[in-house]
């Protein structure tokens, strides 16, 4: 059963320090995705790839997030430094073009 | 940018009932695709049924159907025979099919969370 991971599942960290969040697609999917879910903000799009090109980081506060695919198995979102405001749960997506996305578990972070 | 409206924040059902989940959407685009997520307390999100603009039959996923009023705008989800593992949170979400100022992502409504109760 194909599924796309991500990892870590949950990080504490203070302010200031850099976080790094990974994810591995489903084999074969082309196209990746980062949202981010807040209480306040609902889910929103950071970024997305497609075949390991960045087509759209608009979402992303450029001073402090990067999103790279270093290769088609792995997708990485760096904060740094990290903000309380930062505080989410970051999700992963990937699909085959451009039709359906399958999210990751998440990962929940916590900035103090 | 397309907006994704749910104006039920919760509902509740009795298990082996029906409910219907409602959600409307604003666009200019004539061809898009709608889709229903699930998330339960785990986080993890599942797509429950996905709605292409151009065709004109209601999707249907065994217990989970669509009613797909395109002139209205409107994307309501039907749960047939209710579960208790149908309890979660619902995203309706809407994607345009060619490229735009929105791009490719997922445009999510703020939820709607269903209560199943024995």
């Known amino acids: 059963d194909a599924r796309v991971t991500q990892t870590p599942r949950h990080k504490v960290t203070e302010m200031g320090q850099e976080v790094t969040m990974r994810c591995q697609p489903i084999?074969?999917?082309?196209?990746v995705f980062w949202y981010r879910q807040t209480m306040m903000q609902g889910l929103e799009l950071l970024a997305y790839f497609r075949n390991r090109a960045p087509l759209d980081d608009s979402g992303m506060p450029k001073d402090r997030f990067s999103a790279e695919m270093p290769d088609a198995t792995l997708a990485t979102l760096k904060i740094q430094p990290s903000e309380p405001r930062d505080s989410a749960v970051y999700f992963c997506?990937?699909?085959?073009?451009?039709?359906?996305?399958?999210f990751g578990p998440g990962t929940r972070l916590t900035v103090t | 940018a397309q907006t994704v409206t749910q104006s039920q924040p919760e509902m509740s059902v009795q298990e082996a009932e029906t409910v219907t989940l409602s959600c409307t959407y604003d666009t200019s685009e004539s061809d898009y695709y709608l889709f229903w997520y699930k998330q339960p307390p785990s986080r993890q999100m599942i797509l429950v049924i996905r709605q292409e603009a151009y065709k004109q039959q209601n999707a249907t996923e065994n217990r989970f159907s669509v009613n797909f009023q395109k002139a209205a705008k409107s994307f309501s989800l039907k749960i047939s025979d209710s579960q208790l593992g149908d309890a979660a949170m619902y995203f309706c979400a809407y994607r345009n099919v060619r490229n735009s100022n929105s791009g490719y992502a997922l445009n999510f409504g703020k939820g709607t969370s269903l209560l199943v109760t024995p």
């Open positions: 084999l074969g999917h082309n196209t």
């Open positions: 997506a990937s699909g085959e073009g451009f039709y359906e996305q399958y």
